[in-house]
C-alpha cells in the first residue's frame, strides 16, 4: 500500500497570494497577502492581517506577526522576528487567559527596498524607511529614517546607505 503524500506547507484558504509566489517547505500561512514574484523561505510563519509586497524576499525561520506591513523589494534576512505587542502577557490580572481583546496590536511599517539583517528584531509601532538597511542582530525600537544603515542594541543610524 502506497503512502498518502504529507504536505509540508501549512497555507490556509483565506491567504491571498499574487503571481508566481515561491514558497519553500514547512511554512505556516494564515489570513496573510503575499504580493508577486515574493519568495518565502522554509520554516517561515506569517499571521493574519500581515502584509508582503511585491518581489520580496522572506528568508526561512522568519516570523511575521498580525499588524506588519512589508512593502515591495524588502529584503528580510534569517531568523528576523517582528513584534506586535508592547506589553505582552499571557493571562489578565484576573487570571484569566488573554484573548484578542485584550491587548494592542501595534502596527509595523517596512517601507520599499528596505533590507533586514539575519536574526534582527523589530518591535512594533514603527517605520523602517525606504532604502534603509538593518544590520544583522539588530534590535530596532524606533523609527528608521529613509536610507539610513542602522545597527546594535538598541538599533542607532551608523551612516548613509552608499548608491
Known amino acids: 500500500m502506497d503512502a498518502e503524500p504529507v504536505s509540508t506547507k501549512k497555507i490556509a484558504a483565506d491567504v491571498r497570494l499574487g503571481k508566481n509566489v515561491t514558497i519553500y517547505d514547512f511554512t505556516n500561512l494564515y489570513g496573510c497577502e503575499i504580493g508577486d514574484d515574493s519568495r518565502i523561505g522554509t520554516f517561515v510563519e506569517i499571521q493574519k492581517g500581515a502584509r508582503i509586497g511585491n518581489r520580496c524576499k522572506i528568508s526561512s525561520h522568519t516570523f511575521i506577526c498580525e499588524g506588519v506591513t512589508i512593502e515591495d523589494e ?3 534576512g534569517h531568523n ?6 508592547r506589553y505582552p ?3 489578565n490580572s484576573d487570571g484569566t487567559l488573554q484573548a484578542g481583546d485584550d491587548w494592542e496590536c501595534l502596527p509595523t511599517l517596512i517601507r520599499k527596498g528596505a533590507s ?3 536574526s534582527a ?4 509601532g514603527i517605520t523602517v524607511g ?3 538597511i538593518i544590520g544583522a542582530g539588530s534590535v530596532v525600537t524606533k523609527n528608521v529614517p529613509p536610507n539610513m544603515i542602522v545597527a546594535g542594541n538598541p538599533a542607532h543610524v551608523m551612516k548613509p546607505v552608499q548608491p
Open 74 to 76: 524588502v529584503f528580510v
Open 80 to 85: 528576523v522576528t517582528f513584534i506586535n505587542d
Open 89 to 91: 502577557r499571557s493571562a
Open 116 to 118: 533586514i539583517g539575519s
Open 121 to 124: 528584531t523589530i518591535l512594533c
Open 130 to 132: 525606504e532604502n534603509s
